[in-house]
């Protein structure tokens, strides 16, 4: 059985945490299908740790900008925030990460609430794009509102802008998204449903299975109501779309709190990999649907997705 990692317990450096007062640092990660972590891995994070505090010393700092983007199947243009590092100009080709609100948020939520760790984006090299997921769209294509056609919007519409516009790796190998709440089932049902156009794929604090929730969070609004759609309920639910996985055909990291009110839903999804041997990565540690842990987490989350893109 995969370890289950709990950064608050286990810590070989708790020294580092709230580095810079913006990070908590993930001093180790999990290892896939393994039951202990490697020390080789523990050394090359810790060197990891020393050249972050090299970077919070010096003079580095990312570019946000904030651009307009098209989406012809909307008609509509939507703002979306582009974090560069700061030495851009000097690199070539860039991995991107994907970084999804959850209900009720915009495309500025991640940088007006989870400050600084946009940082991460010169500590890594990449490219973190957090675009606007509507108020309540859940990043499907709905069939019943035409204006809410966000997966088209993002996996298709948005990637080929940013391709177009910034120096990107234009292939899954350069791809990763992620998000809290409704955007991590958003994160994870893109990947699914996209492995050609994402090849790691997060979740924080997801919502990844939406049938005990009938009647929140406007999702009746864009499937209809569970009890006249079940079918479309079902097979728009992140859990029920495992069987569109190859194992290691994606890279997946999911992290949710114990607090959290999606806890039972993100444990049985861990389990449902585990059972179809799917290697995942899977933290649980105390927290709960919040911006303090959201801020903590995301880190985990760009650590993860950097480490995939290293892969040689």
Excluded at 229 to 254: K, S
Aim: glycine residues 8%; proline residues 5%; positive net charge.
């Amino acid at each position: 059985m995969p370890a289950v990692f709990n950064p608050n317990k286990a810590s070989l450096f708790p020294g580092f945490y709230n580095i810079c007062g913006i990070l908590k640092v993930l001093p180790l990660q999990v290892v896939e299908n393994t039951h202990k972590v490697s020390f080789r891995m523990k050394k090359e994070l810790f060197r990891s740790l020393i050249l972050f505090l090299f970077i919070c010393s010096t003079s580095q700092a990312a570019v946000v900008d904030t651009v307009d983007t098209y989406s012809a199947v909307m008609k509509k243009t939507f703002k979306t925030v582009v974090i560069k590092p700061d030495n851009y100009a000097s690199l070539s080709e860039l991995p991107v990460v994907y970084l999804l609100h959850g209900h009720g948020g915009n495309y500025a939520n991640w940088v007006k609430n989870a400050a600084g760790f946009q940082k991460a984006a010169d500590f890594h090299n990449i490219l973190i794009v957090c675009p606007d997921g509507g108020i309540g769209s859940w990043y499907w294509d709905s069939s019943v509102d035409p204006q809410s056609q966000y997966e088209t919007y993002i996996a298709k519409e948005l990637v080929a802008f940013v391709d177009s516009k910034y120096k990107t790796i234009k292939s899954p190998k350069g791809r990763g998204i992620t998000g809290l709440s409704m955007g991590g089932h958003g994160a994870l049902y893109l990947a699914l449903r996209h492995q050609d156009i994402f090849g790691a794929a997060g979740s924080m604090s997801g919502g990844v299975d939406i049938r005990p929730f009938p009647n929140n969070w406007d999702m009746a609004k864009k499937l209809g109501k569970y009890a006249d759609q079940p079918e479309r309920w079902e097979q728009n639910t992140v859990i029920n779309m495992l069987h569109l996985l190859t194992p290691n055909a994606l890279a997946i990291i999911i992290d949710c709190g114990t607090d959290d009110f999606f806890i039972r839903v993100n444990e049985n999804l861990h389990e449902q990999l585990m059972y179809r041997n799917i290697p995942h990565d899977y933290i649980v540690r105390p927290g709960a649907h919040n911006w303090n842990y959201w801020t903590n987490a995301v880190q985990y989350q760009l650590l993860f997705m950097s480490n995939y893109f290293s892969k040689k």
